[in-house]
């Protein structure tokens, strides 16, 4: 005789699970093979389901009025000291969901995820239907594509940024501080020149570059466990063998050289996601404090909001705007469509903003209180 189902749970069950949290961890096994895009969804499932805990809410009993209320959540966290906190281990009694509140974007973004949660918990007849359908304004609301790319450092904020990462330490320095320089250096110039995402800087290993017939390629098993080969400008050679210098190793690697690119303090361990990701953020937030030092707000305000991936969407723009061309620039982001790479040309945004300025008021007249000589009044 068959088990009965667990409660509220109708008897047209395809899952092996007996609670909303493993249903949602056999979803999330559906994306085992990329671990980023698992750890992305862990955490809009892991929001959602604290979040109907709170409500003393089950999965099935999710209905349309409550995307509304989940999705003002999602943007105003409260009370925020049980939500929101700093980047901690995940067992540790300080560790929060949230960082702060979400951006618009952030909120499409974890509603897309979501409509995809529930439909396969709707095919899996785990849940009677996907609350997402009920949407009227669905496509506006979940629509996450931008007509441009909007988070990225400008050229003048890039050039100080690096050039603000470019000062070695003072002296005396230790060596510690030596190497934390020249990391921190090579991380930020390898985003910028070959525009990784932040799992694929992490999981790199040194024989990843090679050379064939005299030219540098990295090659990179990147999003959906594709393969690429992009090639490698002079400049990132340079900061290779600056960090492989650093690492007490000759300045060109080797095909057989399988240990990580990035290493942990003692020279040998790699650098996990999650460290790499506080790398990124603190030097961030470290340069913001020089540049208000230096009486730039609003720059300042612009490295704050900075996350990692806006290293590749400033690299990608910088490209764009170099002249490099969209099949090459594509072939760099691994785009599968080259409209999502559009997105990173702000060629007609510029000429759009130089035409426009040709229409202005008129600073000319003598007298601003009449009009002109040859022009009947009124």
């Known amino acids: 005789m068959l088990p009965e189902a667990p409660e509220g749970v109708s008897t047209g069950v395809h899952i092996g699970a007996e609670s909303d949290i493993e249903a949602v961890g056999l979803w999330l096994t559906e994306y085992r093979a990329s671990p980023q895009t698992w750890r992305a969804y862990r955490r809009e499932a892991e929001r959602l389901l604290l979040w109907l805990d709170e409500q003393g809410l089950r999965l099935k009993k999710v209905r349309r009025e409550h995307l509304d209320a989940f999705e003002a959540f999602l943007g105003d966290p409260r009370p925020q000291e049980a939500w929101i906190g700093p980047p901690r281990s995940r067992r540790s009694p300080e560790w929060r969901p949230f960082r702060g509140p979400l951006s618009p974007a952030s909120r499409r973004q974890s509603l897309v995820i979501l409509q995809g949660l529930f439909a396969w918990l709707a095919e899996a007849g785990w849940v009677a239907h996907n609350p997402f359908r009920l949407m009227r304004d669905k496509r506006r609301r979940l629509d996450n594509r931008q007509t441009s790319i909007e988070r990225y450092l400008e050229r003048p904020l890039w050039a100080w940024f690096w050039a603000w990462l470019n000062r070695p330490p003072a002296e005396p320095a230790t060596p510690r501080q030596r190497f934390e320089w020249q990391r921190r250096r090579f991380v930020f110039g390898f985003a910028y020149l070959l525009a990784p995402r932040i799992a694929e800087i992490s999981g790199a290993r040194m024989g990843d570059f090679r050379r064939r017939e005299g030219r540098w390629w990295w090659e990179v098993i990147g999003k959906g466990s594709k393969r690429a080969v992009i090639p490698v400008p002079p400049d990132m050679l340079d ?140």
């Open 239 to 378: 900061l290779l063998g600056d960090w492989r210098a650093q690492l007490g190793l000759p300045p060109e690697p080797l095909p057989e050289e399988d240990e990580p690119l990035l290493r942990s303090l003692d020279g040998r361990r790699g650098l996990g996601d999650n460290r790499l990701y506080r790398l990124i953020r603190e030097s961030f937030a470290a340069g913001a404090e020089a540049l208000e030092a230096q009486g730039d707000p609003l720059g300042a305000r612009q490295l704050r909001r900075a996350t990692p991936h806006w290293l590749r969407h400033t690299a990608l723009t910088h490209q764009a705007q170099a002249g490099v061309e969209l099949r090459y620039l594509a072939a760099t982001a691994r785009h599968a469509r080259l409209d999502t790479t559009a997105r990173y040309l702000h060629a007609e945004a510029e000429e759009w903003h130089r035409q426009q300025a040709r229409h202005g008021l008129d600073q000319k007249q003598d007298n601003p209180g009449q009009g002109r000589a040859d022009e009947p009044g009124e």
